[in-house]
């Protein structure tokens, strides 16, 4: 119990990389107008190719892996225009808030604003109410162009859960009856058959596909 708990606050302390989306409308946080001093965020489609942000656990910044800038406000103030600017100790961070199924970035410098956006294309900095949206989710990093998990996978995963049970509950009942060893297994005899039905099934595969080409020939 204590390794797990250690690995699970180890796992916590590490920082969040991904891309940011707006639990209202979908789109992710991106770089626009970017001038040598830096960018300006706003919204768009997650299909085009958003940028990649990087939530510090440590120090509450938020940083942009594609132009290697933090976010910082323009000014601390209700409706606020949200930069990107050169990462420095000096820059404000933002806290992440966790609440019913979302997360906020509180701002650190002042913590009645949030991190949040008020259009379909612009990010800026609000008072933290349900008067703006300030609801994101963190997508990890190549995930958004896969459209989750293919067919395959899940397929996999429902096998492997469905033949855990089965054994599982199969042994357990199995030994209610007093069998031990290969026994216990549910459907030990089938089991112990399965390798020869196998062999004997090959055998006849082969020997029909030679009988075909052979009528063919």
Sequence with gaps: MLALLLCFSLSWAQDVTGYIVSASNGKCVT??????????????????SPDVFTWSTDTGFLKNNNANL??????????????????????????WVRGAGEIRFRSLLNPSLCFGTKTAVTVGLYQCDDSVSQSWSITPQGSL??????????????????????????????????????????????WRQLPLLVKEGGKYTVERVRQLFSKTS
């Design 70 to 95: 933090c976010v910082a406000p323009v000014t601390i103030n209700d409706g606020a225009a949200v930069n990107m600017v050169a990462c420095k100790a000096s820059l404000p961070g933002y806290k």
């Design 145 to 190: 162009d896969k459209g989750g998990m293919s067919g395959g996978s899940v397929f996999l995963i429902l096998f492997v859960c469905v033949a855990v049970v089965y054994l599982s509950v199969g042994c357990f009942l199995q030994r209610r009856k007093g069998l031990k060893g290969w026994e216990s297994l549910p459907n030990a005899e089938f």
């Design 31 to 48: 770089s626009v107008n970017c001038l040598d001093i830096g960018c300006v965020l706003g919204l768009t489609d997650c299909a085009a």
